[in-house]
Antibody
């Protein structure tokens, strides 16, 4: 059974930092591009960023709204994905999903999702 | 960035209805489009990718079509479990983007 379990969410003041983790199991984590997608309360889905696999040198992509503030990393030895969030803003308040991209030519689509972790940025 | 505009944003339907949702891209994206279903409090689930390829395990009443800038998701006969919000998503270029969503309700 595929499992993605996020942790690390919580409440933080504007300007603060938070690190989210995602523990993966049930599939070959190291073969997958991994992404973070967020959803503000009552709103739609917003892609946050991606980290590619070792074949692609673990390169990353980010949405403009988080570039320079958020950093995605991974530890294939531990089947873990991370999202370091710095300089948090109130508009970063959302449920953050860890998502596994499909393999091969279909890596732009997400077939594995975690249950999400809520991040609230408020003073 | 590629903008995806879904219509309608809200749809009221009955069990057994044929439902069509449209997604328009701000520029051509070939067939690089997927569709997701999300139920309240749950993570999204992929239904369709590459515009028309049905994800394994997804019922055949779901179908997708289109290319370029206009795409559709069709549910041939709406079932009770299909009441949810549907999102399109493009993978043609970064940043990956989602449409605003279509909420399907009774």
């Amino acid at each position: 059974e595929v499992l993605l379990v996020e942790s690390g969410g919580g409440s933080v003041q504007p300007g603060g930092s938070l690190r989210l983790s995602c523990a993966a199991s049930g599939f070959t984590f190291s073969d997958r591009f991994m992404d973070w997608v967020r959803q503000a309360p009552g709103k739609g889905l917003e892609w946050v960023g991606r980290i590619r696999d070792k074949t692609y040198s673990y390169t990353t992509e980010y949405a403009a709204s988080v570039k320079g503030r958020f950093t995605i990393s991974r530890d294939d030895s531990d089947n873990s994905l991370y999202l370091q969030m710095n300089s948090l803003k109130t508009e970063d308040t959302a449920v953050y999903y860890c998502a596994g991209a499909k393999t091969g030519n279909y890596h732009g689509y997400f077939d594995y999702w975690g249950q999400g972790t809520l991040v609230t940025v408020s003073s | 960035d590629i903008q995806l505009t879904q219509s309608p944003s809200f749809l009221s339907a009955s069990v057994g209805d044929r439902v069509t949702i449209t997604c328009r891209a701000s520029q051509g994206i070939s067939s690089h489009l997927g569709w997701y279903q999300q139920k309240p409090g749950k993570a999204p689930k992929v239904l369709i990718y590459v515009a028309s390829t049905l994800e394994s395990g997804v019922p055949s009443r779901f179908s997708g079509s289109g290319s370029g800038t206009e795409f559709t998701l069709t549910i041939s006969s709406l079932q009770p479990e299909d009441f949810a919000t549907y999102y399109c998503q493009q993978r043609n270029s970064y940043p990956l983007t989602f449409g605003g969503g279509t909420r399907v309700e009774i």
